[in-house]
């Protein structure tokens, strides 16, 4: 059993969203609704920057964890790494995703709206039409991740 940590340097939970797909929390064979992202009680976890969050188990029993990190995507990846140094935890048992290149502005705008609480549901909906148009971009990300998981293990196995 690996750990598997999605991450983003974006203000929008997009890690958090990519690690809900690969649980199953949120769909993977059609699009994202606005009630879809209401219904995922994670989502206000996401406003919590720097904050490791559990999402769930995938299929393969694997812990999935999503972080949302600071701006500079190299500093939180040296702090990813102080931290696995420092516990002495093997970096073989962790896979990383970096979902920061399928960052958006519309992501992020409709992120700063919700945080506002401007209107909730707008700020859901420009979300999700986001989502939608990107939403097939996100679901062969989640599959090339398990696929890259399933192939480290493999390595680590020799």
């Known amino acids: 059993m690996k750990k598997i940590l999605y991450y983003s340097c974006y203000s929008f939970p997009l890690s958090l969203i990519m690690a809900a797909i690969h649980t199953g929390l949120l769909p993977r064979n059609r699009k994202i609704s606005v009630s879809d992202l209401e219904q995922l009680s994670l989502f206000n976890e996401g406003r919590k920057k720097g904050r490791l969050i559990f999402v769930g188990l995938d299929n393969r029993n694997n812990k999935i964890y999503a972080l949302m990190g600071s701006d500079n995507k190299g500093l939180l990846i040296r702090f990813i790494m102080s931290i696995l140094s420092l516990y002495k935890i093997k970096k073989e048992s962790y896979y990383f995703i970096d979902c920061s290149k399928y960052g958006s502005i519309i992501f992020t705008l409709g992120w700063f709206l919700y945080n506002i609480n401007f209107s ?13 148009s990107s939403y097939h971009l996100l679901t062969a990300g989640v599959e090339e991740a398990k696929v890259e998981e399933v192939r480290s293990s493999l390595i680590f196995l020799d």
């Open 120 to 132: 909730k549901f707008l700020a859901c909906y420009l979300i999700c039409f986001k989502l939608r």
